[in-house]
T-cell receptor
Framework: DTGVSQNPRHKITKRGQNVTFRCDPI?????LYWYRQTLGQGPEFLTY????????KSRLLSDRFSAERPKGSFSTLEIQRTEQGDSAMYLC??????????FGSGTRLTVV | SQQGEEDPQALSIQEGENATMNCSYK?????LQWYRQNSGRGLVHLIL?????REKHSGRLRVTLDTSKKSSSLLITASRAADTASYFC????????????FGAGTQVVVTP
């Protein structure tokens, strides 16, 4: 297992388009998290899964955002009708419950 | 909103010196964790300290936790240029079930 993998690394999209990001966690981990990070700030929590169940969604996650984790394996984060304010680094992490996180390298989204 | 606040926001030191950064938080916690982030990359887990622990060491890192003051410190001894990065504290609050909240980070620059 080579850690948490995120694809793509970079995504440039036009405002109004939909984008989807993928995260492959460490297979033994039962928790998967999505965070968003803007320049000069710490990661902000978006949502997390325990196995295939989505346990919590942040108020930051508007109706345009949806995340899935089918069969408790990889996860996808979709943003519909992107806006310039969605430009950020989207980070995925996995862990055992109550343990330290292993982060992926992130997907940098630029909305033009 | 972010639970932890790091101090200072930025720190510039020379190789061989020690670097100390502090984190204050607001609510009772299960554990507190420190992460490092190199520019444009994902976060790397450094150390986890549980609420019933007061001090923890890992290599050149020393973390303290004072739950009565709701604060923690990270000390990097004998710093190296490779320690240049942003450092974040993250709290696992008592009612958060393993979800971490991150501070805004301390940017550390170590010059040769």
């Amino acid at each position: 297992d080579t850690g948490v993998s995120q694809n793509p690394r970079h995504k440039i999209t036009k405002r109004g388009q939909n984008v989807t990001f993928r995260c492959d966690p460490i297979s033994e981990h039962n928790r998967l998290y999505w965070y968003r990070q803007t320049l000069g700030q710490g990661p902000e929590f978006l949502t997390y899964f325990q196995n295939e169940a989505q346990l919590e969604k942040s108020r930051l996650l508007s109706d345009r955002f949806s995340a899935e984790r089918p069969k408790g394996s990889f996860s996808t984060l979709e943003i519909q009708r992107t806006e310039q304010g969605d430009s950020a680094m989207y980070l995925c992490a996995s862990s055992f419950t109550g343990g330290g996180y292993t982060f992926g390298s992130g997907t940098r989204l630029t909305v033009v | 909103s972010q639970q932890g606040e790091e101090d200072p926001q930025a720190l510039s030191i020379q190789e061989g010196e020690n670097a100390t950064m502090n984190c204050s938080y607001k609510t009772s916690i299960n554990n507190l964790q420190w992460y490092r982030q190199n520019s444009g990359r994902g976060l790397v887990h450094l150390i986890l300290i549980r609420s019933n622990e007061r001090e923890k060491h890992s290599g050149r890192l020393r973390v303290t936790l004072d739950t009565s003051k709701k604060s923690s410190s990270l000390l990097i001894t004998a710093s190296r240029a490779a320690d240049t990065a942003s450092y974040f504290c993250a709290t696992d609050a008592l009612d958060s079930w393993g979800k971490l909240q991150f501070g805004a980070g301390t940017q550390v620059v170590v010059t040769p």
